[in-house]
């Protein structure tokens, strides 16, 4: 096993935690927080603190570059599926252009075209999401007695 049982344990209650808080707010504000893959996003940074896109600037400009060009794309072209694979082509390249590459973020533009989604989307669901959850991650970690992030760009 590569990583202590007790930091297991404690990234495992960490990612839990995260989903519930995701999933509480959403029903709460009545915007679909979980749209959005945070729950990958929340495997990421609970799981793997230490991997690169799991810095704060690649949760957050990873969805949020993502959300954009999802909506850029539908509203320019519409929403056939071939806009969907389109749009995920130019965020990973965006992604990686502008040193934000977060995985979880590059299936944004399918979801936008799947789901009809409106340029709102790009601040709620996706930039507020990303946002919550950096802080939910900050918080755990430091309560926990994990340094996260290592460095925040």
Known sequence: ????????????????????????????????????????????????????PARPRCVVGGHLISAIVGVFCVGLLGDAM????LGVGIAI???QAFDVFHPPAGIS???ITTAHATPIFVLSPAGAGALIL????????????????????
Do not use: C, K, N, Q
């Open 93 to 95: 390249a965006l992604m």
């Open 134 to 153: 950096v802080a939910f991650a900050f918080a755990y970690h430091r309560l926990s007695g994990e340094r996260w992030p290592a460095r925040w760009v």
């Open 1 to 52: 096993m590569s990583h202590p049982l007790p930091r297991v344990a404690v990234r495992a209650v960490g990612g839990s935690l995260g989903i519930a808080v995701m999933m509480t707010l959403a029903d709460a504000s009545g915007h679909p927080l979980m749209m959005v893959p945070f729950a990958t996003s929340i495997v990421l940074v609970m799981g793997a603190p230490e991997s690169p």
């Open 82 to 85: 071939w806009v969907s694979a």
């Open 109 to 111: 533009p399918l979801i």
